[in-house]
């Protein structure tokens, strides 16, 4: 593909800046194991990532914990080759397969909810919220030492169950589950193919400040929340708010983009660094260190490849009229 239908599509996408919803702060933190059956033809291989909800008093944002520790981990073998006055930077991303990088915010005092993906740039859907419609009943469960109430709705495709607690009153929850009178804590659909299960919680301290030096860690019970992005390290870790620079766009716009990283990977990053709003280059420092000898940055990755199979998305086309 040639780079100038691509740079036409680049323009039609860049046309349009994302509202900025006001800024929120976490309160919680809340950790999910997720599992999610892609492939029916592969079901005991499914794609298992360990996921986070930052919920506020106003907002509330679903991502990738994985995600973020592995770029952290990129980012420090990236700054080991700077210091070592390296001038071709090569970066190998490895471990289990991830899902796509979206990161979902939810504002339903706004009734607004925003897709945020990653593609060099970062580009925002914006829609309605989510509305699904449940059903409570009067079962009752105590997962983790919380008190939750069992309720249940079909929603994008499928039947779900969920566990919600009254005793968090966060009218949010998971991917794009909200709307019960307090925090969805579980939540999975009939076949089991779609679950969000809970695990672990975290109060936010008010006053934490912007990670400096962050350490990754996998155990649940002594997590270090970190942010892969540039623009989520130089906020504090508690804070949700879309990037200052996201680009608004459509399914359709976004599908092309794709399809064009799909084709030409090589046009695809030269038009993406030509429409970064502000910096068209990228720069690494460290302390007096500075990176500016650096010839060449390969990045090899080998997660999210493996994932190319999918026969069953997690949202499923209706037969009626449900949204």
């Not at 973020?68 to 080991?80: G, Y």
């Not at 090589?266 to 690494?284: D, K, L, V, W």
């Amino acid at each position: 593909m040639k780079l100038k239908p691509y740079l036409e599509i680049i323009l039609a996408v860049t046309a349009f800046t994302a509202k900025a919803q006001k800024v929120d702060t976490a309160q919680i933190i809340v950790h999910y194991k997720f599992t999610h059956v892609r492939d029916t033809l592969n079901r005991d291989k499914p794609l298992v990532e360990n996921m986070m909800l930052l919920a506020g008093r106003n907002a509330s944002v679903y991502k990738s914990y994985d995600r973020k520790l592995r770029e952290e981990q990129m980012r420090k073998m990236v700054m080991e080759q700077v210091n070592t006055g390296s001038a071709n930077i090569n970066v190998r991303s490895g471990g289990s397969p991830l899902g796509p990088n979206i990161d979902y915010y939810q504002y339903p005092n706004a009734n607004k909810f925003y897709s945020r993906e990653r593609l060099v740039n970062n580009y925002v859907i914006e829609e309605a919220l989510p509305a699904p419609v449940w059903k409570i009943s009067a079962d009752t469960a105590t997962i983790n030492g919380l008190q939750c109430q069992k309720a249940a709705t079909h929603f994008k495709g499928r039947d779900y169950t969920a566990w919600f607690c009254a005793d968090l009153p966060y009218r949010v929850g998971p991917w794009k589950l909200n709307g019960l009178p307090g925090l969805i804590v579980e939540a999975y659909d009939t076949k089991k193919e779609v679950e969000f299960k809970f695990d672990g919680l975290e109060k936010v301290d008010p006053k934490a400040k912007k990670e400096t030096d962050p350490v990754a860690s996998s155990a649940t019970s002594a997590r270090t929340i970190i942010f892969g992005g540039a623009e989520d390290r130089n906020q504090a870790p508690n804070v949700i708010a879309l990037p200052a620079n996201a680009i608004k766009t459509t399914p359709k716009e976004l599908n092309e983009l794709k399809e064009v990283m799909r084709k030409d990977p090589e046009a695809f990053f030269q038009s993406q660094m030509a429409a970064m709003p502000g910096n068209r280059s990228f720069t690494f420092s460290s302390g007096t260190n500075s990176a500016s000898g650096i010839k060449s940055v390969s990045v090899q990755r080998n997660d999210d490849a493996k994932l190319n199979v999918t026969n069953n998305p997690i949202e499923l086309p209706e037969n009626g009229n449900e949204k």
